[in-house]
C-alpha cells in the first residue's frame, strides 16, 4: 500500500511564504508523476501543480504559475510545493497525490496523503 504524507502546512499572512513536502513509500517513485491538490472548506477539491516522473514537465493552475513552484527529490521519494506570494483565497487543505501524469492532472488517482492546512489571513 502507498503512503502519502504531506507537511508544512502552516498560518500565515496575505504575501508570506509556506513550503510543503509530501513523502512516500513507493520504492518506485521516480517513475509516476506527483501532484497537490487542495479544498477549501464548502468547495471542491481542485488541482494546483503537477510534475512528470523525471522532473522536467510541470503543470500549474493558471491562478497560482508565478507565485508557487512543483519540484521533486527522486533519491528521497519526497515532491515539494514551495507557496509565495500567498493570498487568503489559497486557504485550504492541501493534499499529494501520486500516479500516471494525465491521472494526476485530472485528480483521478488512487492514493492519496492526508492533507496539510494553509491558512491565509489578510
Known amino acids: 500500500q502507498v503512503q502519502l504524507v504531506e507537511s508544512g502546512g502552516g498560518a500565515v499572512q496575505a504575501g508570506g511564504s509556506l513550503s510543503l513536502s509530501c513523502a512516500t513509500s513507493e520504492r518506485t517513485f521516480g517513475t509516476h508523476a506527483m501532484g497537490w491538490f487542495r479544498q477549501a472548506p464548502g468547495k471542491e477539491r481542485e488541482f494546483v501543480a503537477a510534475?512528470?516522473?523525471?522532473?522536467?514537465?510541470?503543470y500549474y493552475k493558471e491562478s497560482v504559475e508565478g507565485r508557487f513552484t512543483i519540484s521533486r527529490d527522486n533519491a528521497k521519494s519526497t515532491v515539494y510545493l514551495q507557496m509565495n506570494s500567498l493570498k487568503p483565497e489559497d486557504t485550504a487543505v492541501y493534499y499529494c497525490?501520486?500516479?500516471?501524469?494525465?491521472?494526476?492532472?485530472?485528480?483521478?488517482?488512487?492514493?492519496w496523503g492526508q492533507g496539510t492546512q494553509v491558512t491565509v489571513s489578510s
Open positions: 510534475i512528470n516522473g523525471n522532473g522536467i514537465n510541470t
Open positions: 497525490t501520486l500516479g500516471p501524469i494525465t491521472k494526476v492532472v485530472s485528480g483521478d488517482t488512487d492514493y
